[in-house]
C-alpha cells in the first residue's frame, strides 16, 4: 500500500519524510495506508485510511468538537473519487478515540487518537471499471502533537489500491445513523403542497423547453378531435410522467436502502452510463425533428410532414413523451423542491413514493387540465406548414441540450461519445433514406444502420476510451533536473493531443501493462509533455534532443549521472519501449 511518509528507524519516531524544502522543514509525525475492497454479499465494498503515528505523539479525530477559546486541529479526510465511484456514508474510526477535557481549549472535549488507526467509509464501485486499475486519490490534512508542543498542520496525499482489506469492526457502515424524524402531519401536508407547487414549476426550468415543443405540436395535432380523446392522451402523457417518479422514488426509497444510501434527486446524473445514454437518445431525437430520419412511435415527434397528420399521436407516442420529459427535467431543481427532497431523507421509505409522486402530478397538473379543457390552448395557430418550421428549430434546441450533456461528461469520455453520435447518425440517415414503401429495403436499413452503429460504439469505447495508467506528472526542465539528481530514471513523452502518431504510441506503445509494471519496478520517474498547446519550454526541450517534431520518447538512465538520454522518434512498438527501459535500467535506491 502506498505511503506518504516513511517511519524513521531510530530516534524518537518519524523523521524520514519532509514538507517542503530545507533544514527547517517540519518532520511527518504519521505514515499514510490506503486501499480499498470489493463488495460482498455480505458488505459493501469500503474504501481504508489507515494512519501509523509515531510513539509519543497523537492526532486528534474527524468529529474533535470546536470552540472560541481556540481549537486543536480536527483531521479531515479529502478524497477525490474517479468517475462514477461513490462513498455511501461518511469516515469512521476502527477504534474510538481517547476522549478527555482539556483546560487550554476551555474545558473543550477533546478527542485524539495515538498509535494505529484506520478510517472507512462505503464504496461503490461502477459496473464495468476495472478495480485492479483503479486508483483512489486523497489527502489526509492533521495536526500532531505531543506532550509538549503541537506541529504545524500537514498534508499527506495517498493513493487507495486495490487491497484485501483492514481489520475493522463489522457494523452498519452507509447506513445513516441519524434517527427518522417523527411524523408530523401539518409538516407533511406542508411538503405536499411545496411538492405539488415545485412539480408545476417544473415545467418552466431550462431542462425541460427542449421538450415542450413536442407538446405543443401533439396540442396541434389534437385540434377537432373529441374532447374524451384529447383528455386520455394527456392522461397517458401524464402516467409516463409520473412513471419515472416513481422509478425515482424506488431508488431513493427501497434500492437506495439495499445498497447503504438514499439517491437524491437527478442523482442518475451522476452514472456515466446514463449520461452518455442520454445524450444519445436527445441527438438522435434532433436528428428526428430535424427530418433525417422518424422515430418510430406514432405521433412522437410529429412524424411525416406538417401538412400529412394522419399519424396522430397515441397513446404509446404520449407515455413516451412523459417519460423522456420527466427525465430531462431531473437535472434541475425548482423552486420548492430543495426542502421537499431533504424531507424524504428523513422519513421512512413509503414517504418518497407520496412526495415525488406529489412532484409527479405537480408537473402533470398543466397537461391534465388542458385535456380536460382543451379549449385553453385555443389560441394556437390551425395546423398547416408552419410545423415543418417549428420542428426543425427545436430540432436546434435539442442539439443545444447535446452541448449542455456533453459538460457533464468527464472528459475521458467525450471523444468516445461524439465518435458513438457519429456512428449514430449514419445509422439514423440511412433509415431516413429508405422508403417506408419498401419494407425489405427498411428491414435491411434497420439492421445495419444498428449494426455500424453498434460497432462504431464498440470501437468507441474500447479503442478511444484510454485513460492513462502510467502515473505521469507534470514535466519541466526542473522536474528532469531534480528527478536527475535523486538518482532515479527518467522517461519523458513528448506528445499533444492533435497528434496521430503520439496518440497512436500512447495507445498501443506506451501505455501497456508491461511497460506500467517495468515502470513500477525500476522506480521510474515518468513525465509528459503535452505539447498541445505549442507551450515554447517543450518545444525547447525536444529541439535541444535534436528532435524537430513529436511524438518523441526520452529516456535519461539513472546511471551515471551524465549520461546521454534514449530518444526514441515517430511510431513506436511496446518492444521498443520496453528495451529502451531496460537500457536505461532502474533508479538508483535510496
Given at each position: 500500500m502506498p505511503a506518504a511518509a516513511q517511519l524513521d528507524p531510530g530516534g524518537t519516531g518519524l523523521g524520514g519524510g519532509l514538507l517542503g524544502q530545507g533544514s527547517d522543514a517540519a518532520k511527518i509525525h504519521a505514515m499514510i495506508e490506503a486501499e480499498f475492497t470489493l463488495p460482498t454479499a455480505a458488505k459493501p465494498g469500503r474504501l481504508f485510511v489507515t494512519a501509523v503515528i509515531a510513539p509519543g505523539w497523537h492526532i486528534y479525530s474527524i468529529t474533535q468538537p470546536t470552540?472560541?477559546?481556540?481549537?486543536?486541529?480536527?483531521?479531515?479526510?479529502?478524497?477525490?473519487?474517479?468517475?462514477?465511484?461513490?462513498?455511501?456514508?461518511?469516515?469512521?474510526?476502527?477504534?474510538?478515540?481517547?476522549?478527555?477535557?482539556?483546560?487550554?481549549?476551555?474545558?473543550?472535549?477533546?478527542?485524539?487518537?495515538?498509535?494505529?488507526?484506520?478510517?472507512?467509509?462505503?464504496?461503490?464501485?461502477?459496473?464495468?471499471?476495472?478495480?485492479?486499475?483503479?486508483?483512489?486519490?486523497?489527502?489526509?490534512?492533521?495536526?500532531?502533537?505531543?506532550?509538549?508542543?503541537?506541529?504545524?498542520?500537514?498534508?499527506?496525499?495517498?493513493?487507495?489500491?486495490?487491497?484485501?482489506g483492514m481489520s475493522v469492526p463489522d457494523d452498519a457502515v452507509g447506513t445513516s445513523e441519524e434517527p427518522a424524524a417523527a411524523f408530523d402531519l401539518q409538516t407533511f401536508l406542508l411538503e405536499m403542497a411545496s411538492a405539488l407547487l415545485g412539480g408545476f414549476l417544473l415545467n418552466l426550468m431550462p431542462c425541460v423547453l427542449p421538450v415542450l415543443g413536442l407538446k405543443v405540436l401533439a396540442f396541434v395535432q389534437q385540434a377537432g378531435e373529441s374532447r374524451s380523446r384529447v383528455f386520455m392522451l394527456n392522461v397517458w402523457y401524464s402516467i409516463g410522467l409520473v412513471a419515472?417518479?416513481?422509478?425515482?422514488?424506488?431508488?431513493?426509497?427501497?434500492?437506495?436502502?439495499?445498497?447503504?444510501?438514499?439517491?437524491?434527486?437527478?442523482?442518475?446524473?451522476?452514472?456515466?452510463?446514463?449520461?452518455?445514454?442520454?445524450?444519445?437518445?436527445?441527438?438522435?431525437?434532433a436528428?428526428?425533428?430535424?427530418?433525417?430520419?422518424?422515430?418510430?412511435?406514432?405521433?412522437?415527434?410529429?412524424?411525416?410532414?406538417?401538412?400529412?397528420?394522419q399519424n396522430k399521436e397515441g397513446p404509446t407516442g404520449a407515455f413516451c413523451k412523459g417519460v423522456f420529459t420527466t427525465i430531462l427535467a431531473t437535472p434541475c431543481s425548482g423552486p420548492f423542491l430543495g426542502s421537499v427532497f431533504g424531507y424524504v431523507l428523513k422519513q421512512p421509505?413509503?414517504?418518497?413514493?407520496c412526495i415525488f409522486g406529489a412532484v409527479g402530478l405537480g408537473m402533470a397538473s398543466p397537461y391534465l387540465l388542458i385535456g380536460a379543457f382543451p379549449s385553453l390552448v385555443r389560441f394556437l395557430p390551425r395546423p398547416g406548414a408552419w410545423m415543418d418550421t417549428f420542428k426543425q428549430l427545436m430540432g436546434f434546441v435539442l442539439l443545444a441540450t447535446v452541448v449542455y450533456l456533453f459538460s457533464l461528461l468527464n472528459s475521458l469520455y467525450v471523444i468516445p461519445t461524439m465518435t458513438l453520435l457519429v456512428g449514430l447518425w449514419f445509422a439514423c440517415w440511412w433509415i431516413g433514406r429508405t422508403p417506408l414503401t419498401e419494407?425489405?429495403?427498411?428491414?435491411?436499413?434497420?439492421?445495419?444502420?444498428?449494426?455500424?452503429?453498434?460497432?462504431?460504439?464498440?470501437?468507441?469505447?474500447?479503442?478511444?476510451?484510454?485513460?492513462?495508467?502510467?502515473?505521469?506528472?507534470?514535466?519541466?526542465?526542473?522536474?528532469?533536473?531534480?528527478?536527475?539528481?535523486?538518482?532515479?530514471?527518467?522517461m519523458v513523452d513528448f506528445t499533444a493531443?492533435?497528434?496521430?502518431?503520439?496518440?497512436?504510441?500512447?495507445?498501443?506503445?506506451?501505455?501497456?501493462?508491461?511497460?506500467?509494471?517495468?515502470?513500477?519496478?525500476?522506480?521510474?520517474?515518468?513525465?509528459?509533455?503535452?505539447?498541445?498547446?505549442?507551450?515554447?519550454?517543450?518545444?525547447?526541450?525536444?529541439?535541444?534532443?535534436?528532435?524537430?517534431?513529436?511524438?518523441?520518447?526520452?529516456?535519461?538512465?539513472?546511471?551515471?549521472?551524465?549520461?546521454?538520454?534514449?530518444?526514441?522518434?515517430?511510431?513506436?512498438?511496446?518492444?521498443?519501449?520496453?528495451?529502451?527501459?531496460?537500457?536505461?535500467?532502474?533508479?538508483?535506491?535510496?
Open positions: 470552540s472560541k477559546e481556540g481549537n486543536p486541529t480536527v483531521t479531515k479526510i479529502a478524497v477525490r473519487l474517479p468517475e462514477g465511484v461513490h462513498l455511501l456514508g461518511p469516515f469512521k474510526p476502527s477504534v474510538a478515540p481517547h476522549a478527555e477535557t482539556e483546560s487550554g481549549y476551555g474545558d473543550l472535549r477533546i478527542e485524539t487518537h495515538a498509535g494505529t488507526v484506520t478510517w472507512y467509509a462505503p464504496l461503490e464501485l461502477p459496473a464495468r471499471v476495472d478495480p485492479a486499475k483503479l486508483k483512489i486519490t486523497g489527502v489526509f490534512s492533521f495536526g500532531a502533537c505531543d506532550a509538549g508542543k503541537c506541529d504545524e498542520p500537514q498534508d499527506l496525499p495517498f493513493t487507495a489500491v486495490l487491497g484485501s419515472v417518479f416513481m422509478v425515482l422514488a424506488a431508488l431513493a426509497a427501497g434500492v437506495g436502502l439495499a445498497a447503504g444510501e438514499r439517491y437524491g434527486w437527478g442523482e442518475q446524473f451522476t452514472d456515466i452510463t446514463f449520461k452518455i445514454t442520454m445524450t444519445a437518445l436527445v441527438f438522435v431525437m436528428l428526428s425533428f430535424m427530418g433525417v430520419w422518424e422515430i418510430p412511435i406514432p405521433g412522437f415527434v410529429g412524424a411525416g410532414r406538417a401538412s400529412d397528420l421509505p413509503y414517504m418518497a413514493y419494407p425489405v429495403h427498411r428491414i435491411v436499413a434497420w439492421c445495419g444502420g444498428a449494426a455500424v452503429a453498434g460497432l462504431v460504439g464498440f470501437f468507441a469505447f474500447t479503442v478511444l476510451l484510454q485513460g492513462p495508467i502510467i502515473p505521469w506528472k507534470p514535466f519541466s526542465p526542473a522536474a528532469v533536473a531534480q528527478a536527475r539528481a535523486e538518482g532515479k530514471t527518467v493531443n492533435w497528434c496521430p502518431n503520439c496518440k497512436a504510441n500512447s495507445r498501443f506503445a506506451i501505455e501497456r501493462d508491461a511497460v506500467l509494471q517495468l515502470v513500477k519496478t525500476n522506480g521510474v520517474e515518468p513525465l509528459l509533455a503535452d505539447w498541445t498547446d505549442r507551450s515554447p519550454g517543450v518545444k525547447k526541450a525536444f529541439n535541444d534532443l535534436g528532435c524537430n517534431s513529436i511524438p518523441v520518447l526520452a529516456i535519461w538512465p539513472a546511471q551515471p549521472p551524465d549520461s546521454k538520454p534514449i530518444v526514441l522518434t515517430d511510431l513506436l512498438s511496446e518492444s521498443q519501449v520496453l528495451e529502451a527501459l531496460k537500457n536505461a535500467g532502474p533508479s538508483k535506491k535510496p
